[in-house]
């Protein structure tokens, strides 16, 4: 979101190129990696309730070999973006300065795999103080980076992407020190790297696939909202304003995440121990949490909602714009905050393909032909985009409470521990 901000400030055009280009970066690699990684959720949470602690490291290495080999095609496609949104019907000025944006984005991910990686497999551990120093830390230096690189160095939009790989850079290298330097628990989960992170892939892939998809299938719904601004008329305004509300919503997603996040654990560490009903009783505590979050979030959007967009833009017309659509992502984030914690208790089940299949009728059936209706047909342009969105994410709520109450949480237990206890690694 800072690198985009920064962009903000060249101009409309390169803004409009870094929004596009981000959002074919989230869509085709960053989406997918953070998907499949949340396969470690499922397996080294519950490996940590059932007490097989040297199961986190292996499962961690097998994480980033898959991790590294999907990144291959991924840079392939960076590398051709300018073409293939030109292929997609978007202006061509926008989509040359979209394409250089995303080629170099392509250094980010030498260092995006191992920081999905160490954050999933401390988070488990619910060794969460790192994280967020790390995390903190990067998001001080993030802003000095972009400036150095996109003024103080001249690269203007292209600094603002390679900043990304220095900050993730910068991330993982602290959170790969406290691995290696802890005197904690981390020396009986980490392990060494060793053969044993090229067996059993198979296994891993299962899981990861699915999990990418229930990540995949609603993040890209997202960023079709960004890719469908750029044929409404004005696409300039519209993509802009489009790209400053994602990435609004990424930024206040973390907090939705953090609940995401800290359920998905709890719950595999609960049944993968065999106590099912400190695992249903975590849910509600975190389902609480999420309601009042997402009030204070809603209630903050609209209070901020005429003075938000100058931190994206000096355009007035991109500020209105933000202004008027505030409001409505106001209760896109609150329903996103309770059906994102539902969804985090899915992967603490190992249930990604119930999650994968929800998302998919959810945005795609309902939530996608509603943005088109009302932003085509309706004329309701930017708005109806992520009006339609909202339908979809009703939708997906709905759905997962039903899901979520019919858990049969004794049986998540038993299904924990046949599939904890099925590795060929010798039980400890």
């Known amino acids: 979101m800072v690198s985009v901000m920064f962009v903000g400030h060249l101009g409309e055009l390169p803004l409009a190129g870094a929004s596009l280009a981000t959002s074919l970066a989230n869509v085709t690699g960053f989406s997918l990696l953070s ?21 986190l490291g292996v499962y961690a290495h097998r994480a980033m070999v898959v991790l590294a080999a999907a990144c291959v095609p991924i840079a392939a496609v960076w590398a051709s973006a300018g073409k293939i949104l030109l292929l997609l019907g978007q202006d061509a000025a ?12 392509i250094p980010s991910l030498a260092a995006y795999v191992p920081l999905q990686c160490h954050v999933r497999f401390l988070q488990t551990q619910a060794v969460v103080l790192p994280v967020t120093a790390s995390s903190a830390a990067t998001a001080i230096l993030h802003p000095i980076v972009c400036w150095v690189l996109v003024f103080w160095a001249g690269m ?32 009986a989960t980490w392990g060494s ?17 699915p999990s ?10 997202f960023e079709i909202l960004v890719l469908l601004s750029g044929l409404l ?14 990435n609004t919503g990424a930024l206040l997603y973390m907090v939705p995440l953090g609940l995401c996040s800290s359920i998905s654990t709890r719950v595999s560490n609960e049944i993968g121990g065999g106590h099912p009903q400190a695992a249903k009783l975590a849910t509600r505590v975190v389902m609480y949490m999420a309601l009042s979050e997402g009030l204070i979030i809603s209630l903050t959007m609209f209070l901020l909602r005429n003075v938000w967009g100058y931190m994206y833009s000096n355009e007035q017309e991109v500020v209105t714009y933000i202004a008027r659509m505030l409001p409505i992502l ?15 208790l899915l992967t603490g089940c190992g249930k990604q393909k119930i999650g994968a299949a929800v998302n998919l009728g959810a945005f795609y059936l309902v939530g ?3 943005a088109v209706l009302l932003a085509f047909f309706l004329h309701l342009n930017g708005m109806g985009l992520w009006l339609g969105i909202v339908c979809g994410s009703i939708i997906k709520l709905l759905v997962l409470v039903l899901v979520s109450c019919g858990i049969d949480w004794e049986k998540e237990a038993i299904m924990a521990k046949d599939r904890v206890f099925s590795s060929s690694l010798p039980v400890a």
């Open 368 to 370: 996608i032909p509603m």
């Open 94 to 105: 926008i989509a040359a300065e979209a394409g250089a944006y995303a080629r170099w984005l």
């Open 212 to 221: 990418a998809m229930m990540i995949c299938l609603e993040w890209w719904s």
């Open 193 to 209: 790297f060793s053969g044993e992170a090229f067996r059993e892939l198979r296994q891993f892939v299962a899981l990861a696939l």
């Open 35 to 55: 998907g499949m990684a949340t396969a470690m959720d499922t397996l080294c949470g519950q490996a940590y309730g059932a007490r097989q602690y040297h199961l």
């Open 156 to 187: 203007g939009s292209r600094g603002a992407a390679l900043a990304n790989a220095v900050s993730y850079g910068v991330n993982v290298a602290i959170l790969a020190f406290y691995v290696r330097a802890s005197k904690s628990g981390c020396k």
């Open 233 to 246: 008329p004005n696409p300039q305004l519209e993509t802009s304003v489009l790209s400053i509300c994602l």
């Open 330 to 344: 106001g209760i896109s984030f609150f329903i996103d905050g309770l059906h994102t914690s539902l969804s985090g």
